[in-house]
């Protein structure tokens, strides 16, 4: 049983908008409130890059620069799923976006403090 896994991904056109989805299994997790989750997402020939956090109890969320404004980050906790909602996608906006998980408290953008990731969907904005 995975630990996160993601759904949402797909091919959408410029401008266009998807919703991902991380569903958090209570293996290493098993109090929801209290971890922080963020996306992560890797273009091609780039290095994986932080998008977008959310923290315990959604109380602080953080986004990168070329999220701000456009992508929102939201958890449910009832159903144990966090989403990111991505609007006005454009064709730099192509990469597999992965779901991380983290017990810390902080909502960092650094991958190496993040010790739980899912596979990894594709999403690709073309026309």
């Known amino acids: 049983q995975e630990t996160l896994v993601e759904s949402g991904g797909g091919l959408v056109h410029p401008g266009g908008t998807l919703r991902l989805s991380c569903k958090v299994n209570?293996?290493?997790?098993?109090?929801?409130?209290?971890?922080?989750l963020a996306w992560f997402r890797r273009s091609p020939g780039k290095k994986r890059s932080f998008v977008a956090g959310?923290?315990?109890?959604?109380?602080?969320?953080n986004y990168a620069d070329s999220a701000k404004g456009r992508f929102t980050i939201s958890r449910d906790d009832a159903s144990r799923t966090i989403y990111l909602q991505m609007n006005d996608l454009q064709p730099a906006d192509t990469a597999v976006y992965s779901c991380?998980?983290?017990?810390?408290?902080?909502?960092?953008?650094?991958?190496?403090?993040?010790?739980?990731w899912g596979q990894g969907i594709q999403v690709t904005v073309s026309s």
């Open positions: 991380a998980g983290s017990l810390g408290y902080s909502v960092t953008m650094n991958e190496g403090d993040y010790n739980y």
């Open positions: 209570d293996r290493i997790f098993t109090d929801f409130d209290r971890c922080t």
């Open positions: 959310i923290g315990w109890f959604g109380v602080i969320t």
